[in-house]
């Protein structure tokens, strides 16, 4: 856990530590360039910006949402896991999510009751920021709907209003659809 709450905090800086890549105005197009980094769009190595990318951390964080079985330990590596999709970095995270099959661990994870409200509310806020992207929201939307309709009805009152926030939006896609 501790490890995990280590990776989210180094993570949070990776944006800008992120070394940004300047072109040169001339003869640019003669050079070439380093690779950037798809989240952070700039140049991210292990060491000087902590992207999590770069140190191949994102797919044993998945595991650990697949695998752990304490909430605590799932909470730490969603966290380290939502520096991912912070901010403007939303949709390229979202693309790194679904390489890593995150996004469907992290819909399993609400499948599972938690005695721990923390980790549900903060899963459901992480899918509500990922279904803000149509693409994932009609990709996705389906397979949470069953969940999502049940916590409205068993939740606490937060994720109660969490999960009804996200049918809405779920629903709002899927009328729009019967129109055209």
Known sequence: ???????????LSSPALSLQINRRPLFWCFSSLPESCPVHRGI????????LLEAGAVKSLVQVLREEPNPEACEAALDALLTLI????????CKVFEE???IAEIIKLISH?????????????TLERIFRISEYKQKYGQLTHGYLVDLTQIG????????ARIL?????????STFF
């Open 168 to 176: 809405a939006r779920l629903n709002v896609l899927h009328d729009q």
């Open 1 to 11: 856990m501790k490890v995990g709450v280590s990776l989210t905090q180094l993570s």
């Open 44 to 51: 991210c190595t292990v060491l000087s910006s902590f992207c």
């Open 113 to 125: 009751p938690s005695p721990c409200t923390r980790l549900q509310e903060k899963i459901l806020s």
């Open 86 to 93: 912070d901010g403007e970095s939303l949709q390229n995270g």
């Open 156 to 163: 606490n009152s937060n994720l109660k209003s969490l999960a």
């Open 100 to 102: 890593a099959n995150a």
